[in-house]
Structure formats: C-alpha cells, structure tokens
C-alpha cells in the first residue's frame, strides 16, 4: 500500500503520503491481502477503503463525525461511519441519529441510511479501523488503521480552520484529544447507540452548535437533510 499505487483524492494524498510509505502501513496491505487469499470477505470493497477522504476533501471538512469500525454485515459498509448503502435496514444508531435530528433541526427521518450527502458538503464521517471482516466485529482493530486516522485528524486538526468535532463516545473523545479547541469546535456526547443513547445523545443539539458556529465564522451551514431518493455516484469518480 504505497503512496503511488493509492488512488486517493490529491488533497489527502499530498497530507498523508508519508504514512503510504510507513512500515506499518506495508504490514497492514499484508495483512489484508493475506486475509483475502484466505477466503475472507472483507467490508467494504478495496475501492471504498478511502471513500470518506475521497468524497471530503481537506480543504473542504467542515465537520469531523467519528465512527469506530465498519458495519460487519454483507452490503452494508461503504466507507462512512454510520452510513449504509441504499436499501438496507437503517441501524439503530442512526435511527437515533435521525430522532435527535427532529429534536434539535425539526428534520424528519430518512427513509434511508445512505449519508454522502452529508460528506459532499463537507462532514468528514470517518471510521477509526475503515476495514472488517464479515460478521466478525473489530476483526481488523490493532492492525495499523488507528495510526492511519490518527493521521487524518491530525490533518484536518493542522490545516484546517474552525471545523467541528462531533465526538460520540469514549472512544471518539480520547482519538480526538489532541484536537486543538482554541482553532475548532469540540462538541461531546454519549454514543447514539440505543445502550447510550438516552445518557445525553438525545438533547445534545450539536447538528444546530455545529452550524451556529460555521456561520458565526462567516461559513455556509450544512444541510442535514437527506434527499429522499440516496443518490449513489460511482466510487472511481
């Protein structure tokens, strides 16, 4: 997995190459081809691996949500924390997601849980691990894709300016620690997980705190409405 034979959007290409050409990054390539030629199915498909940088450019994150590892289910993952491919189930996270959407915006659920929409206006919506094995949850934690993300965040933390930092739960709050609140917006809450949830998710408001500060920064809001027909472009654009 070297830095000439990634296909990543040139923005990241240029902020993360060096990691492309870090042992650990050649261990993690590895690691992954091994499990391939093992008959292992892997999510989401090799080409969607980045899909989250290559639909959020760095120039253009706005708002950093984190997400853990990829959903574990056949046709699910694709690339996004939190978001799933058109015509599956929405999970329970994002269902709560959608609830504390009409709470704090007055948007109605989707009827789908397709999110890209959100990551072309600029909401990086990055997994920390962006691999899995099929119905094997966290099978690919502790094999360099930390040390990757660590890298992305530290990205958007130095070259970016006045973006938001949606971090649900423990584990997105001590990844993003580091993350300078003097230049950005450090939003915490509990996982919208239904074990959590109920625990200060719901009420949180951080869709309208996170657009109450861009525009007080003189930037456009998001829109977190989600078309009701997902439109799905191809991940080789």
């Known amino acids: 997995m070297s830095g000439s034979d ?20 050649q261990q993690l390539r590895d690691f992954l081809i091994a499990e391939k030629a093992d008959g292992k199915r892997i999510f989401p498909k090799g080409i969607e691996y980045f899909r989250a940088l290559d639909l959020t450019p760095l120039g253009r994150v706005r708002v950093v949500i984190l997400g853990q590892d990829p959903y574990h289910g056949a046709g699910q993952a694709h690339g996004l924390c939190f978001s799933v491919q058109p015509g599956v189930r929405i999970p329970p996270s994002l269902v ?56 992305v965040i530290r990205a958007v933390n130095d070259e970016c300016e006045n973006v938001v930092f949606m971090l649900w739960g423990s584990y997105a709050q001590k990844k993003a620690a580091f993350v300078d609140g003097r230049r950005h917006l450090v939003l915490k809450a509990p996982h919208p997980s239904p074990l959590s949830a109920h625990n200060g998710f719901f009420g949180c408001r951080h869709f309208s705190k996170a657009n109450d500060f861009l525009v007080s920064r003189g930037l456009d809001p998001i829109d977190w409405r989600l078309p009701e027909t997902p439109l799905r472009s191809d991940p080789a654009s």
């Open 6 to 25: 990634v296909r990543l959007e040139e923005s990241w290409k240029k902020a993360l190459g060096s990691e492309f050409s870090s042992p650990y990054m």
């Open 96 to 151: 709560n997601i959608y609830k504390e959407l009409v709470t704090d915006l007055g948007i109605p659920p989707a009827s789908h849980g397709f999110l890209e929409s959100w990551a072309r206006q600029g909401v990086l919506l990055l997994n920390s691990v962006l691999t899995v094995e099929e119905a094997r949850a966290g099978a690919h934690q502790g094999r360099g894709w930390e040390r990757f993300t660590d890298a």
